[in-house]
């Protein structure tokens, strides 16, 4: 199984874009193999409508490259998930987007989820996906930790802390009973979260995006699945 991870951002520096790769080898099986790339052009994160409006064609290019490369599925590496619908409508790979897999297993597991993003700016953007993906009634909340996503690595005890605080908050005044961190560049901090919570006596699920996407992305290649193209370009 061959999977195709596409960062819809340009990459600051060269070794982003092997970190993140290890980051995903490190969750999918031993036979899968996994490749990464990043824009040519675009936006250097993705914070509100517009920079997700600005990586769009850039995630296309990527995506329609990566079926002529025979991969077997494509990641989008960003809880915006921009162009996922997009894309469906021309490759017939599976495309998986880390917002929608997170949200959507979140949805299964609880009755009712929040998530917990970078950015304030960020939650009206998850708030309509949530709504478009048909999960909004179980949405309890989109919360922030007030980082933008360039400047989640500097400190990530501080992030880890924002991120129990604001998990705290929305178990207990949102009704929450599931945590979705609400961006990809939190990845590998759902454990020391759910410790966090769990110290606390709450103990929910915190899911980790990325993680989710990966194994839905595994799932439907291994079920022969993929997006209808009924509604398609042809």
């Not at 969750?27 to 409508?49: A, C, F, N, T, Y």
């Not at 989008?76 to 017939?92: K, T």
């Not at 759902?190 to 899911?207: F, R, S």
């Amino acid at each position: 199984m061959k999977l195709k991870v596409i960062v819809p951002v340009v990459l600051q520096r060269k070794d982003f874009k092997e970190e993140i790769l290890k980051g995903y080898k490190s969750i999918s099986r031993s036979d899968v193999e996994m490749d990464i790339v990043s824009l040519d052009q675009g936006p250097e994160s993705i914070e509100s409508k517009y920079d997700e409006a600005l990586s769009q064609p850039g995630v296309l290019e990527k995506i329609q490259e990566a079926e002529k490369q025979s991969f077997d599925a494509c990641l989008i590496d960003c809880f915006g998930d921009p162009a996922l619908y997009a894309a469906r409508e021309v490759v017939h790979i599976p495309v998986v987007g880390a917002g929608q897999s997170g949200m959507f297993l979140a949805a299964m597991i609880g009755r009712r989820f929040s998530v917990i993003t970078v950015l304030d700016r960020i939650i009206p953007l998850i708030e309509d996906n949530a709504q478009v993906y048909g999960v909004s009634s179980k949405l309890a909340s989109v919360r922030s930790v007030d980082i933008p996503v360039l400047d989640l690595k500097k400190d990530r005890d501080l992030l880890i802390q924002r991120l129990i605080k604001q998990a705290e908050l929305a178990i207990k005044e949102d009704g929450a009973d599931v945590i979705v961190l609400g961006c990809t560049g939190m990845a590998g901090l759902a454990g020391a979260v759910k410790e966090g919570l769990y110290k606390k006596e709450l103990k929910v699920p915190v899911i980790d995006p990325v993680k989710a996407a990966v194994k839905f992305a595994e799932s439907l290649v291994d079920l022969g699945l993929s997006q209808s193209w009924r509604y398609a370009n042809p």
